[in-house]
């Protein structure tokens, strides 16, 4: 019988809640809400070209309902705007931001997997399992493994500091860890005072500019725009395995999760006035403003279906279909120190041999690459935040290998770190 992607993170969740607490409930309530969403649509065979691909990406949404995919944020609604309070986390990403400012995910920014799971799929469509993946993720690497949380912005103090050698950085503080180099709208931190938080005004426009309309296509344009001005401009330009592949992921991000629906355009749109409001941007053409804290989702907006959730599978798809169009884009390394010196990594040389530069992109492979370089590679990476690391370990272990069987992905036993040892923006990584 084959078993769905779902079906296994919920049994690979089971074991957590018993050595993790925080895991509790998680199961059953992925479980049930596995009961009322339609099952997945396999991937296309033959991927899109960038140019014809809709704002639902690589499946189509064919189908809107006006009732399910409205999100209501009325004032005096529960998902009303409330701007976030002097204590609260907000940081590089609007769309979470936005989710925070809307009660989607907990208000003060601090959240756990349930709520990022329940909260993200609310208010944007996205896929259960890719958002428990990405916060667990979070958790390990900027966050409370005991209190199972973690923070949209920037530190806070955990449950008990305990196992933890310093108090949890938050994603604002994940640079290289987390995120990385060649935003879409922030700076890379190494040419902005390790601020790679703040919206660049410049780079928003440079998207707003390529409306009135916005599409995957006119995305990848930027993120071929931006990565090549890191790689020209910044010394300490680094892509490593997993948070290399965040930039190009939040391209896509845009597009799939901020285009509104209608009946007569069920695959979605995005023009300007949507982008800002998400954006937290206002003023006209020429002299935009950004407002920090203050991203919000508009009236009268509609997200894609839950019956074509924005999933990993999904935004994988997207990557390769990017690389397809920019292969530079998408591979790992960095500079050496000195504008312009891009040294890459061969993926082979990182596995074994098992995932190379010349299988990357095919089946999952892209894919599998980045969880299993996480995998892999955490250990090395824990010592540097907990002072025991077995227990951080087991839950990425008994959390990953599902995924990984899942999509098919072949065995990997070695992950040779040290292969990013002589790149700056791998000693740039700060743990506290």
């Known amino acids: 019988m084959k078993t769905t992607m779902r079906s296994i993170i919920v049994l690979a969740l089971v074991p957590f809640s018993y050595g993790f607490p925080g895991m509790a409930g998680l199961g059953a309530e992925l479980e049930a809400q596995s009961k009322l969403r339609p099952r997945q649509v396999g991937l ?12 639902s990406g690589p499946i189509p949404s064919l189908i809107f309902n006006a009732k399910e995919q409205f999100v209501n944020v009325k004032p005096g609604t529960v998902h009303e705007f409330r701007s976030p309070g002097p204590n609260d986390k907000r940081g590089p990403c609007p769309g979470l931001n936005a989710a925070a400012n809307h009660g ?4 003060n920014g601090i959240t756990t997997v349930p709520n990022t799971v329940k909260g993200l799929s609310d208010a944007y469509g996205f896929g259960d399992q890719f958002a428990a993946a990405l916060a667990v993720i ?23 500091l305990g196992n933890l050698l310093a108090n949890p950085t938050g994603i604002s503080g994940s640079h290289n860890t987390y ?28 998207i707003f500019n390529r409306g ?30 997993f948070a290399g592949l965040v930039p190009p992921i939040a391209h ?43 991203e919000r989702i508009p009236d009268n907006w509609y997200r894609r279906p839950k019956s074509n959730p924005y999933d990993e599978a999904r935004a994988g798809a997207d990557v390769v279909i990017l690389a397809t169009k920019y292969p530079s884009v998408v591979r790992f390394g960095g500079n050496t120190g000195t504008p312009n ?11 074994g041999g098992v995932i190379t530069g010349q299988n990357l992109l095919q089946g999952n492979n892209l894919a599998c690459f980045a969880f299993q370089a996480f995998q892999q590679g955490s250990p090395a990476v824990l010592r540097n935040r907990v002072r025991i690391i077995g227990p951080v370990v087991s839950l990425i272990n008994r959390y990953i290998n599902p995924v990984t069987s899942a999509l098919n992905c072949p065995a990997l036993t070695t992950f040779n770190q040290s292969a990013f040892n002589q790149y700056p923006g791998q000693k740039d990584i700060k743990w506290s």
């Not at 979070?138 to 008990?160: C, E, K, V």
């Not at 995005?270 to 403003?289: C, I």
């Open 44 to 55: 296309p065979s033959n991927l899109p070209l960038s140019q014809n691909e809709g704002n």
């Open 104 to 107: 989607f995910l907990s208000r």
């Open 138 to 160: 979070a958790i390990a690497l900027t966050g409370d493994p005991t209190g199972q949380t973690w923070s949209i912005g920037g530190s806070y103090r955990p449950l008990l």
């Open 179 to 206: 995120e990385a180099d060649a935003s879409p709208g922030r700076a890379d931190a190494y040419l902005n005072g390790g601020d790679a938080v703040s919206l660049q005004i410049d780079r928003f426009d440079d």
């Open 212 to 241: 009135p309309r916005l599409t995957l296509d006119k995305l990848r344009d930027h993120n071929k725009k931006v990565h090549d001005f890191s790689v020209n401009n910044n010394p300490h330009f680094f892509q490593p395995p």
């Open 252 to 294: 896509h991000f845009i597009i799939n999760l901020m285009s509104n629906h209608s009946q007569a355009e069920p695959e979605g749109f995005l023009d300007g006035n949507v982008f800002k409001s998400f954006f937290a941007v206002t003023g006209n053409e020429g002299s935009h403003v950004w407002n920090k804290g203050q």
């Open 341 to 351: 010196s891009f040294v890459g990594v061969n993926p082979g040389d990182v596995t």
